[in-house]
């Protein structure tokens, strides 16, 4: 499984952006795709997952109410809308993928077998 992330860059306290995470080469049926983020000098950590029909979401605290995570299976394509970003959210934002669905979404790193490259979110005050 390839996975593409994209879509990061440089924002203002208050605004919104998109990042985006194609995946090809993917042969299992049933999995969960989530997003993590890693500042510097910090472990990587969960930020929402989403299952592989789009049913079901899953947001960490910090992020509930801000973020939208929602996915395009046509397109093989997940999507986190982050709005009212805050500086606390710099980071590189991964994606990754989970082979298999068993109706509970798991938010450890280890857990996830496939990653993308990351993609740099800055959020300036």
């Known amino acids: 499984v390839q996975l593409q992330a994209s879509g990061g860059g440089l924002v203002q306290a208050g605004g919104s952006l998109r990042v985006s995470c194609a995946a090809s080469?993917?042969?299992?049926?049933?999995?969960?795709e989530a997003w993590f983020r890693q500042a510097p000098g910090k472990e990587r950590e969960f930020v929402s997952a989403?299952?592989?029909?789009?049913?079901?979401?899953y947001y960490a605290d910090s992020v509930k109410g801000r973020f939208t995570m929602s996915r395009d299976n046509a397109k093989n394509t997940v999507y986190l809308q982050m709005n009212s970003l805050k500086p606390e959210d710099t980071a590189v934002y991964y994606c990754a993928n989970k082979r298999g669905w068993y109706g509970e979404f798991r938010t450890r790193v280890h857990e996830y077998e496939y990653w993308g490259q990351g993609t740099q979110v800055t959020v300036s005050s």
């Open positions: 989403i299952a592989w029909n789009g049913g079901s979401t």
């Open positions: 080469g993917r042969t299992f049926s049933s999995y969960a």
